[in-house]
T-cell receptor
């Protein structure tokens, strides 16, 4: 069975600094999708970034980028120039290529932004 | 992007009563919707997958008779918590799968419903 592990329950970063959130996963599949979701205090889940496992290039969305290490089964999220609005729970998630398959979420990392 | 709404956003009910939560896809048709439960400071736990026109598929450990799911149309799925008890108090989140995206499909999440059972 696939699992997603986030080993950092909480992290803090100074505003405008860079922070990296860690995520590891376990799977026997060769093709799959990885996601980072943000859940702010409003509780609305927001997709931050997505990575297809068959792509070697790391995904980037503005200030958000990932470091995808397929062999190590590692998928970290880097947030550059942290802003107060980045404060939220961040969930790492996994899904197989099967369109009917479910998303498996990690336990989450709560990110605090220090002004 | 696709928008998913939930109603109500908050509900308080007495123990033993039933409560219905609606999940709607506002600008697209969703053949598949998902229901999650989230306890405080915890991750999302998938409860069931709801397919339009057919019975929902429940995850292991989720009571089918307690959490009734109906997906009667392509834009609406409902979750009814029957005979609610205080331990059912939680945050319930739905998501809808945007169709016709091949292998990759996005799940768009609703804003959630906070259920408090007194």
């Amino acid at each position: 069975a696939q699992t997603v592990t986030q080993s950092q329950p909480e992290m803090s970063v100074q505003e405008a600094e860079t922070v990296t959130l860690s995520c590891t996963y376990d799977t026997s599949e060769s093709d799959y999708y990885l996601f980072w979701y943000k859940q702010p205090p409003s509780r609305q889940m927001i997709l931050v970034i997505r990575q297809e496992a068959y792509k070697q290039q790391n995904a980037t969305e503005n200030r958000f980028s990932v470091n995808f290490q397929k062999a190590a089964k590692s998928f970290s999220l880097k947030i550059s120039d942290s802003q107060l609005g980045d404060a939220a729970m961040y969930f790492c998630a996994y899904r197989t290529m099967n369109r009917d398959d479910k998303i498996i979420f990690g336990k989450g990392t709560r990110l605090h932004i220090l002004p | 992007g696709a928008v998913v709404s939930q109603h109500p956003s908050r509900v308080i009910c007495k123990s033993g009563t039933s409560v219905k939560i609606e999940c709607r896809s506002l600008d697209f048709q969703a053949t598949t919707m998902f229901w999650y439960r989230q306890f405080p400071k915890q991750s999302l736990m998938l409860m069931a997958t709801s397919n339009e026109g057919s019975k929902a598929t429940y995850e292991q450990g989720v009571e089918k008779d307690k959490f009734l799911i109906n997906h009667a149309s392509l834009t609406l799925s409902t979750l009814t918590v029957t005979s609610a008890h205080p331990e059912d108090s939680s945050f319930y989140i739905c998501s809808a799968r945007v169709p016709n995206q091949g292998f990759l499909y996005e799940q768009y999440f609703g804003p959630g419903t906070r259920l408090t059972v007194t």
